[in-house]
């Protein structure tokens, strides 16, 4: 087969092969409750925050009942975050998410309030610091 016929016809096949291409714009990191030799017991309730430039929303979320829960952060800014849950048995932290990414983290909660926020440079001085409250 000459090389001119040859050409068009790799140039359909990867044109048809890219059809319907979807390309996925934000990249998720691990999760803790992926693995669990980590995750202390099921969550009970799973809580979406959003990290912005420069809030959490929601930014004070009640909780009815104690338990495990996770939560699952997104960073909808422009520049880094990550978050922290200050627990009863020591703080939990996300890793440090890029614009777009995705995590969970799971944390078990009794009865009581608990500050979480954007542990990165000035974020928490910034407004990126709220309450969980739970069974309260």
């Known amino acids: 087969m000459p090389l001119r016929a040859i ?3 790799i140039l359909a096949a990867a044109a048809l092969g890219a ?18 030799a980590t995750t202390p017991g099921r969550a009970t ?7 912005t430039d420069f ?18 952060a997104t960073n909808d800014g ?3 975050h990550a978050l922290r849950v200050d627990g009863p048995t020591g703080a939990v932290r996300s890793v440090a998410l890029r614009p777009g990414e995705r995590t969970m983290i799971a944390v ?3 009865a009581g309030t608990y500050k979480w926020y954007c542990p990165i440079a000035d974020h928490e001085r910034r407004g990126m610091v709220g309450r969980v409250r739970v069974a309260e």
């Open 55 to 72: 809030r959490l929303e929601p930014a004070n979320p009640r909780l009815a009942r104690p338990g495990t829960i996770a939560f699952a």
């Open 108 to 110: 078990r909660l009794p």
């Open 19 to 36: 059809c319907g291409e979807q390309r996925e714009t934000a990249r998720t990191t691990p999760s803790p409750l992926d693995d669990p």
């Open 78 to 80: 422009l520049s880094r």
């Open 7 to 9: 050409v068009p016809a």
């Open 45 to 51: 309730r799973t809580i979406d925050v959003s990290l």
